[in-house]
């Protein structure tokens, strides 16, 4: 199998620069519209799909994203591994505005979006203590130290519904209580369908606040935000740019089975599946199925 790199870019990031013979296309999916066309090309000799995940312009809310519609075009397409690059706000201290954190942990918070492919006249259980690659995350931490970020590998992503930012008293309770490291609003559901389509994963969470928590920014402001954004979205490409040579041309099975996750999962007898279903299933699950 070769490599063939999925960029999901959030807010900041609506484009990705360098690619060979590149061009926007449009995928369709039985799971409705993707976010926008998704850019394809080549980067170093490795094919590389780019979405971004709120629409050139920024046009998707978190809670409106299309997430199995994306997921399912990448698979479409070919994709074997998926990089999220989000924005979030620090917990931490020593998580600054411009640092990336390589995300290994979540919370899912959010309560208003489809979480899985699967349902009824297909019932599918994956598993999902670790939700994220760990070969997928060290390349993407290498690449970025490379680019001359600051990294910190390993932390736990809160996913909160949005779109407002938290009170006081919930990002007290994130951090004080809950050990969150990181604030975002589009990991979830977006790293449990990566899991039921059987991609590797891995979630770039790029630092541009201190959530309200701390006493020296005691609120959010959309303008510092952007400010931020701003830095980290280059700095993001310039990642991005080192991953072809991290991870090759030739793809062998992930070593912690990311690939192989729907080996065991599906319940639903044979003789009892939706038909209909099943159809929208074909690029998702059609190994198993």
């Not at 299309?66 to 924005?87: E, F, Q």
């Not at 599918?124 to 970025?144: E, I, K, M, Q």
Request: glycine share 10%; hydrophobic share 40%; proline share 6%.
């Amino acid at each position: 199998m070769n490599t063939h790199i999925g960029i999901i870019g959030g807010s900041g990031i609506y484009e990705i620069d360098g690619l060979d013979s590149a061009g926007w296309h449009s995928v369709d999916s039985p799971w409705g519209t993707p976010s926008d066309h998704i850019l394809t090309g080549h980067l170093d000799g490795v094919k590389m799909s780019f979405l971004p995940r709120h629409g050139r312009g920024h046009v998707h809310a978190p809670s409106d994203v299309p997430y199995r519609a994306n997921i399912d075009a990448l698979k479409r397409l070919g994709v074997t591994d998926v990089i999220s690059v989000s924005a979030c706000g620090s917990f931490r201290e020593d998580m600054v505005p411009g640092d990336f954190v390589i995300v290994d942990q979540f919370i899912d918070r959010t309560f208003a979006r489809p979480k899985s492919f699967f349902g009824s006249g297909c019932v599918a259980h994956v598993g999902f203590a670790h939700p994220t690659c760990p070969r997928l995350s060290t390349a993407c931490a290498s690449s970025a130290r490379a680019a001359g970020v600051t990294v910190h590998e390993g932390g736990t992503y809160l996913a909160m519904e949005g779109p407002q930012f938290s009170t006081l008293a919930e990002s007290r309770l994130y951090r004080d209580q809950w050990g969150a490291d990181v604030i975002g609003m589009t990991n979830m559901p977006e790293a449990k369908l990566a899991r039921e389509a059987e991609l590797c994963y891995a979630s770039v969470a790029m630092v541009t606040d201190y959530d309200c928590w701390h006493p020296d920014h005691d609120e959010v402001d959309v303008a510092q935000v952007i400010a931020t954004l701003t830095g980290n979205g280059d700095k993001a490409k310039r990642m991005v740019a080192g991953l072809p040579g991290l991870l090759g041309t030739k793809r062998a099975p992930c070593p912690h089975g990311c690939d192989r996750a729907l080996d065991m999962a599906i319940m639903t007898a044979p003789d009892k599946r939706d038909p209909a279903l099943l159809d929208k299933l074909d690029a998702i699950a059609g190994r198993v199925l």
